[in-house]
């Protein structure tokens, strides 16, 4: 019997360049839930929100962001379906 290994799942990661520019990394690729993902020369104004890599804006960020809570489809009373 072989034992299934667990490789723990990536965390994503805050690197800061000598210039200022701050980038949060998961998987290889630009994505932050939480705040812009990239934010160049250290600058707030001219940050950018990215998820798995792909470019939002700030407004379809958030957006996004809200639609991960809420209720499932199946607890949904538009979804229910009484004959």
Not at 5 to 25: A, L
Not at 42 to 69: A, M, P, T, V
Not at 76 to 81: A, C, E, K, L, T
Request: proline residues 8%; aromatic residues 16%.
């Amino acid at each position: 019997m072989s034992r299934k290994v667990r490789t723990p799942f990536p965390q994503s990661k805050k690197y800061k360049s000598p210039d200022g520019t701050i980038r949060i990394v998961w998987n290889n690729k630009l994505h932050s839930w939480d705040e812009p993902a990239l934010i160049p020369e250290g600058n707030y104004r001219s940050r950018e929100y990215y998820l798995y890599g792909i470019q939002y804006s700030e407004e379809d960020w958030k957006q996004s962001k809200r639609d991960l809570k809420g209720v499932p489809f199946y607890k949904d009373p538009r979804f229910n379906v009484r004959n």
